[in-house]
């Protein structure tokens, strides 16, 4: 069965060094997401592709997230420099779109980024 | 904005007992509803959905209806099992940002 990809799964740094998360998404899929979920909250939406295009990064702290998708398949999530607030699961997810986008997202198990 | 308000947890059960998970909503229009679940150590996973007024989605012995009137679309089970513990997400699309919004989850946990 076909599944979102990411990587590292587990991630300790110290504030004010640089950070990555890797994503995979499910082939064919249009549409890639990275969320941020804070323990004990709901998943927020950080920055939307469609292809290699933003769509929507109005959540992405411009200051230091920065997110790519150069040739519409994988995608790179960046901070620098972290900060103790960034201390979080960033769940990639993708969703393949077929005459609009219905919600029907499928999710990579995370990564888990803790700040020190 | 659109938002989403669920019932807080954690719920605790027994093996064999009734859920309800209350969830409510805001939203510009008549958005998608959602249940997205996430079992301990894994990504999050669609469980059902319904996209009309009055549509029953079901799923894994769950189900919820799409209430227009009261905005709301409460999960159901009628007699969970331990493999059902886990956190809970209501999630309305909203047409007008183009994007779900989670609630803050519901953590429900099945004792045998």
């Known amino acids: 069965e076909a599944e979102v990809a990411q990587s590292p799964r587990y991630k300790i740094t110290e504030k004010s060094q640089a950070v990555a998360f890797w994503c995979d998404p499910i082939?064919?899929?249009?549409?890639l997401y990275w969320y941020r979920q804070i323990l004990g909250q709901g998943p927020e939406l950080l920055v939307q592709?469609?292809?290699?295009?933003?769509?929507?990064d109005s959540q992405l702290p411009k200051d230091r997230f920065s997110a790519e998708r150069l040739k519409g398949v994988d995608s790179t999530l960046k901070i620098q420099p972290a900060e103790l607030g960034d201390s979080a699961m960033y769940l990639c997810a993708s969703s393949f779109n077929w005459g609009g986008n219905t919600g029907e997202l499928f999710f990579g198990e995370g990564s888990r980024l803790t700040v020190l | 904005g659109d938002s989403v308000t669920q019932m807080e947890g954690p719920v605790t059960l027994s093996e064999e007992a009734c859920l309800t998970i209350n969830c409510t909503y805001t939203a510009t229009g008549y958005p998608s509803l959602f249940w997205y679940v996430q079992y301990p150590g894994e990504g999050l996973q669609l469980l059902l959905k319904a996209t009309k007024a009055d549509d029953k989605g079901s799923n894994k012995g769950f189900e919820a209806t799409y209430r227009k009137e009261t905005t709301s679309f409460h999960l159901e089970k009628g007699s969970v099992q331990v493999s059902d513990s886990a956190v809970y997400f209501c999630?309305?699309?909203?047409?007008?940002?183009?994007?779900?919004?989670f609630g803050a989850g519901t953590r429900l946990a099945v004792h045998p």
């Open positions: 592709f469609q292809d290699e295009s933003v769509v929507d």
């Open positions: 999630a309305p699309f909203s047409g007008g940002y183009n994007k779900l919004i």
């Open positions: 082939s064919g899929h249009a549409t």
